[in-house]
């Protein structure tokens, strides 16, 4: 599937990629890609290693120059311009910051090569400003090597900044912090850019980063643009199996479509029915893959004995046990549908107590829990 999105048609794209390939050799690592990203928005590219989702960046950044198609900025078709004529700005993974400057000087250094240079005065006081944006505003003299990797990153935004860019790139900037700094980064990167109304481009394989973090995102997957979509929109309608096991967590199960009415389907699963929202109509008698998101699935010792008529049930054979703070996490084996995993909230095993391994269970998801996806 090429993926194709379009813009309301007073809205003017700040970035824009139009049938736009990339080939090293005989690799296709971006293949037709067809996206507008939106002034002011925070827009993610999310997907594994060697999806596609660096080269779209590299692209934009113009570090790679496209095979086929088109790079659009502010407009302009920019697919053979350089990288130091584009107005963007690149924040790397491991930051490239020059560790015998000073954090000012670090700052400064694109200022510097400017054509025209700009006066010492101004260069003094827009490295200022971008130490007071980054929260930095007393550091201007330390050494790099000074800095904690909070800190650091921050030096590596404000010299991205000092620039003025029109959009700021981020390519995996918190794939080194440890996970209480990352998630404290992420609350100011959003926030810095909802005060600079800059156009963010993240580049990630965290989905919960993304999922945090983004106005928009692209989920990319062998090259391809697979999604694209606000952060509820991809968890709660995935296209195909590939967005439904990779943004976030799902059940996938393989069934046969009985009939269609209003907007559910009928699917046969293994002598139980489940009733399934879709994004397109299914024909009658085709098989099916539907995605059922853990959490969706309540666990019980019993069949509940007030089961809606149009809900789910199955018996199965709790396998694992897993306490995550907030929930548990369960794996459930079925002798037909295999294994799945089940979400209960502490609240629920408080209600219903704990389930062991080995301890028989009945899992239980409503009409139109389950959502029809692409088989790819």
């Known amino acids: 599937m090429t993926y194709t999105e379009q813009l309301n048609p007073v809205e003017s794209?700040?970035?824009?990629?139009?049938?736009t390939s990339k080939r090293f050799d005989s690799i296709v690592a971006a293949d037709c890609l067809n996206l507008q990203i939106r002034k002011g928005e925070f827009l993610s590219f999310l997907g594994p290693s060697g999806c596609g989702k660096t080269t779209a960046l590299r692209m934009l950044a113009g570090f790679e120059m496209p095979s086929?198609?088109?790079?659009?900025?502010?407009?302009?078709?920019?697919s053979n311009l350089p990288a130091y004529r584009r107005p963007v700005n690149m924040v790397f993974q491991h930051y490239a910051l020059f560790p015998h400057m000073t954090v000012a000087d670090n700052i400064a250094y694109g200022l510097r090569q400017q054509k025209p240079r700009p006066n010492k005065e101004t260069i003094n006081a827009k490295v200022q400003d971008a130490l007071d944006k980054v929260r930095l505003g007393d550091f201007g003299d330390r050494r790099i090597w000074e800095m904690s990797g909070g800190q650091q990153q921050r030096v590596a935004l404000a010299r991205a900044l000092v620039n003025e860019p029109k959009i700021l790139l981020l390519d995996e900037p918190m794939a080194a912090l440890d996970a209480k700094l990352r998630s404290e980064?992420?609350?100011?990167?959003?926030?810095?850019?909802?005060?600079?109304?800059?156009?963010f481009i993240l580049v990630t394989h965290d989905q919960e980063e993304a999922l945090s973090?983004?106005?928009?995102?692209?989920?990319?997957?062998?090259?391809?643009?697979?999604?694209?979509?606000?952060?509820?929109?991809?968890y709660d309608r995935p296209v195909n199996r590939y967005v439904?096991?990779?943004v976030g967590k799902?059940?996938?199960?393989?069934?046969?479509?009985?009939?269609?009415?209003?907007d559910l389907a009928k699917v046969e699963l293994h002598g139980a029915y489940a009733y399934c929202s879709f994004t397109q109509p299914p024909e009658n008698g085709s098989e099916v893959m539907?995605?059922?998101?853990?959490?969706?699935?309540s666990i019980h010792k019993h069949p509940?004995?007030?089961?809606?008529?149009d809900s789910t049930l199955f018996q199965g054979v709790v396998l694992n046990r897993s306490f995550l703070g907030e929930h548990t996490e369960y794996v459930i084996r079925h002798d037909s549908l295999g294994e799945f995993l089940v979400l209960a909230s502490r609240q629920v095993e408080m209600s219903l107590g704990q389930f062991a391994a080995g301890e028989t269970a009945y899992v239980v998801w409503r009409a139109g829990a389950a959502l029809i996806v692409e088989q790819k």
């Open 213 to 234: 973090m983004s106005d928009r995102i692209c989920v990319m997957g062998g090259g391809k643009i697979q999604q694209i979509g606000t952060p509820q929109e991809l």
């Open 304 to 309: 509940p004995q007030d089961l809606a008529a």
């Open 185 to 199: 980064m992420q609350f100011e990167l959003q926030k810095l850019q909802r005060e600079l109304g800059i156009t």
């Open 250 to 262: 799902s059940d996938l199960f393989e069934g046969r479509v009985i009939d269609t009415r209003g």
């Open 244 to 246: 439904a096991d990779f």
């Open 290 to 297: 539907i995605s059922v998101r853990p959490e969706s699935v």
């Open 68 to 78: 086929e198609g088109e790079v659009m900025l502010d407009g302009v078709d920019v």
């Open 13 to 19: 794209p700040i970035a824009e990629f139009r049938q």
